[in-house]
């Protein structure tokens, strides 16, 4: 039987505001919820790829405070919001006055849980599952909460980033002092201390500095 994702999601989550961005509010999974307690297998089993989409990651909440503390960074452009998850940067960024923003995610379920995210806080949101990493884009500026996790992918992005800075697009990204991040080819524009839960990261606070590309 094929799982409807917006039933599992809305049946899955709770209605939360991430501590450090307490104006949006998000359908996450907690400690209480079954979704936070299900293996890979059981996961698969119902078609759910990990649903990284149920968690408010630091690196997405630096940014998304960012964005709502600064607004005139985002204020009249074309963003995307890249590996967008919940859609928490993507709210973020049209609550503080983006003409609009196209959140993409290759995870499918992500469509549902951006589609709902946006509604709970009264938001229109694009959404794409494209793979655009090497790509040209139509749009003002990149946003990117947490990307830098995996050694391989960050060789893919740091390119393409660098390629779309030099074609006149703002690349700003939320890290939680990942391994991978190229610090040294960035500028820190603000860095937070953001709390988070312990079952996801090595600590209950992660500081996350929020980066523009030089």
């Known amino acids: 039987m094929k799982t409807d994702p917006e039933a599992f999601i809305l049946a899955n989550?709770?209605?939360?505001?991430?501590?450090?961005?307490?104006?949006?509010?998000?359908?996450?999974?907690?400690?209480?919820?079954?979704?936070?307690?299900?293996?890979?297998?059981?996961?698969?089993?119902?078609?759910?790829?990990p649903p990284f989409w149920a968690f408010a990651w630091a690196g997405g909440q630096?940014?998304?405070?960012?964005?709502?503390?600064?607004?005139?960074?985002?204020?009249?452009?074309r963003v995307v919001d890249f590996a967008s998850g919940s859609g928490l940067v993507a709210i973020a960024a049209m609550k503080a006055g983006?003409?609009?923003?196209?959140?993409?995610d290759i995870d499918p379920w992500t469509e549902s849980a951006i589609k709902l995210n946006g509604q709970?806080?009264?938001?229109?949101?694009?959404?794409?599952?494209?793979?655009?990493?090497?790509?040209?884009?139509?749009a003002d500026m990149l946003l990117a909460g947490d990307v830098?996790?995996?050694?391989g992918f960050a060789e893919q992005l740091i390119p393409w980033f660098e390629a779309l800075t030099r074609a006149g697009i703002a690349v700003i990204v939320g890290d939680p002092g990942r391994a991978y991040c190229p610090r040294e080819r960035m500028q820190a524009l603000a860095t937070y201390q953001v709390p988070v839960t312990r079952a996801l990261e090595?600590?209950?606070?992660?500081?996350?500095?929020?980066w523009q590309l030089a």
Not at 22 to 46: G, M, N, S
Not at 148 to 151: E, G, L, M, R, V
Not at 202 to 210: G, I, L, N
């Open 13 to 49: 989550t709770a209605v939360m505001a991430p501590p450090h961005v307490p104006e949006i509010r998000l359908h996450l999974a907690d400690e209480a919820h079954e979704l936070w307690l299900k293996t890979e297998e059981e996961l698969e089993e119902i078609g759910l790829p």
């Open 62 to 77: 630096g940014l998304a405070r960012y964005v709502l503390d600064h607004p005139q960074s985002v204020a009249g452009k």
């Open 98 to 104: 983006a003409t609009s923003v196209l959140s993409i």
């Open 120 to 138: 709970l806080n009264a938001v229109t949101l694009g959404y794409s599952n494209a793979d655009i990493i090497g790509k040209t884009l139509d």
């Open 148 to 151: 830098f996790y995996d050694k």
């Open 202 to 210: 090595d600590a209950e606070v992660k500081k996350t500095t929020v």
